[in-house]
Every structure is written in C-alpha cells, then in structure tokens.
C-alpha cells in the first residue's frame, strides 16, 4: 500500500500531454517540482480518457500516441480493489445523509446516482461524478495527494464529505490539490 505521492485526476493527465492547453506550461512546471516523489494514474481516470478517445470522429492519433506515451512513462496504475470499497462507501453515505431526498414512503432515498444530489439551498445539481468519487476514495484508499483542475462545486462536495468523516474519526484521508 503506497503512503505519499500523487494520484493525477484526467484533467491533468490531459493538460500534461497536450502542449496547446493555455495552462500547459504552469501545470508542467508544478508537476515537474514533484521530482522523484511517486506518481500514480488511477485506471478510472485512464479509461475516462480513452474512452473520450475512442468516442471521436476524427481520432487524433498523434494525441492518441502521446497520452499513451504517458500512460507507458507513468506505469504506476491504480485499479479499484477491495480496499477501495471503505473509502468510497463512507464517502458517499456522508453524501447522501448531506443531500439525498429520503424518500416519503418505505427506507432509502429518492436519488440513486451522485449526479442525482442537489443542493438543498438552491435545488441545484451538485455536479459529482461518481468518476470523480471513485478516483477521490482511490487515493483516500492509498493515502496520496489527489492532484485535479476540478474546481467544480461536485469535487468540492466530495473533498468537504471526507474532511468531515476524518473529523468524525473515520479512516478516511483525502488530501486535494487543484492546478489552474
């Protein structure tokens, strides 16, 4: 079980590889300040992107190549195990105490997907990605630096749940770095 280094979320694996991204070069700069500390892919994360790959009309395969590429230079992937299953479960129950609609008759609750939650203030999507929950209990799981672009209201949903369950004496750490 790995103890420090960083997990990186799809948005950046993306701006890594393509050199045209207006924030390529500060991203760049930050991920090589890492140094020789270890650098782990999450698999959720790689197949998202290949997926996105796949879908295309026009596939880039010089883009293609060079995610690769990446994909080969940092070979240190991380698959959804058991061990992942605690993170993930405790962060997504404290989710949807937060704001899931119990429903009116009979146990559980109106939502079945985090893409489902809304805010209870403005009844607006909370915008989680159970991606993005998958790849956050991932690193909770191995203790390392979830490194993301994500500044949306979901992945900050998530990162506030996990904060909460390590106060409450939970074995959930997850640490959150954004990039822009």
Known sequence: MASS?????????SIL????????AAVKARFQKLGDAPVFLPVVAI???????????????TQ??????FFNEYPLHLAI???TVEPYALIRARLWR??????????????RLPEELLARDTGKSLGI??????????AAQYRLVLITNDANEGMRRIEE????????????????????
């Open 17 to 24: 590889v393509r050199p045209a991204d207006p924030i390529h």
């Open 161 to 180: 749940s996990a904060q909460r369950l390590e106060l409450e004496g939970q074995p959930v750490h997850l640490r959150v770095e954004r990039w822009r």
């Open 98 to 111: 937060d704001f899931a609609t119990p429903k009116t008759s009979g146990r559980g609750h109106k939502e």
């Open 129 to 138: 990605d159970e991606r993005d929950l998958l790849i956050a209990a991932t």
């Open 64 to 69: 293609r190549a060079d995610v690769r590429r």
């Open 81 to 83: 195990d058991d061990n």
């Open 5 to 13: 280094g960083y997990l990186l979320d799809n948005n950046i694996i």
């Open 47 to 61: 197949a998202e992107i290949e997926a996105g790959m796949a879908k295309a009309n026009t596939p880039d395969e």
